[in-house]
């Protein structure tokens, strides 16, 4: 819900948000295809990697 809330937040601002990932390995996969500016990102995600593994690989 927090995730989806900043989202929209971000996009009334004007920022493009491409995607919005709730699982590290997701995370990794999708922004290693699309190559954002900018990663936001919550140490606690679902699956095996967290996000502190996933700003690892990133």
């Known amino acids: 819900m927090i995730a989806l809330d900043l989202r929209c937040i971000l996009e009334k601002f004007?920022?493009?948000v491409p995607f919005?990932?709730?699982k590290g390995e997701e995370a990794v996969?999708?922004?290693t295809k699309?190559?954002?500016d900018l990663v936001?990102?919550?140490i606690t995600l679902k699956?095996?990697?967290n996000g502190?593994?996933?700003e690892k690989r990133l």
């Open 40 to 42: 936001l990102m919550d």
């Open 47 to 49: 699956g095996t990697m």
């Open 52 to 54: 502190i593994k996933a």
């Open 20 to 22: 919005v990932a709730s």
């Open 34 to 36: 699309i190559r954002p």
């Open 29 to 31: 996969k999708e922004a």
């Open 14 to 16: 004007g920022y493009e």
